[in-house]
């Protein structure tokens, strides 16, 4: 359940970042998970990947990558212009 508050939160950030009426113009957003955050990435991975399939998003392709760290953190959105 910790993974799908932390991709709701992330969505919430996209949908403050590009607008509301944007989202559906999302094509993809790349999360960086650290190391020691405490975060199962796969388990992130799918509910993120849940949250985006849906209206308002409905195309985002989701990048979880791996850094050194203890952070977590949205690292790029791509939007179709």
Same mark, same amino acid.
């Given at each position: 359940?910790?993974?799908l508050?932390? !991709?709701m %939160?992330?969505? =919430?950030?996209? %949908?403050r970042?590009?607008g509301? @009426?944007?989202?559906?113009? *999302?094509?993809s957003?790349?999360v ?5 955050a405490n975060? /199962?990435?796969?388990s &992130?991975?799918f509910? &993120?990947e849940?949250? *985006? !399939?849906?209206p308002?998003?409905? =195309? !985002?392709r989701? /990048?979880v990558?791996?850094?050194? @760290?203890?952070?977590? =953190?949205? /690292?790029?959105?791509?939007?179709? %212009?």
């Open positions: 359940m910790h993974e508050s932390l !991709a %939160e992330i969505c =919430r950030i996209v %949908e970042t590009v509301v @009426d944007q989202l559906s113009r *999302v094509t957003l790349g960086a998970v650290g190391d020691q975060v /199962e990435v796969t &992130l991975r509910c &993120l849940s949250l *985006v !399939a849906r308002p998003f409905g =195309r !985002a989701v /990048e990558v791996r850094s050194g @760290d203890d952070a977590l =953190r949205l /690292e790029y959105l791509e939007i179709d %212009e």
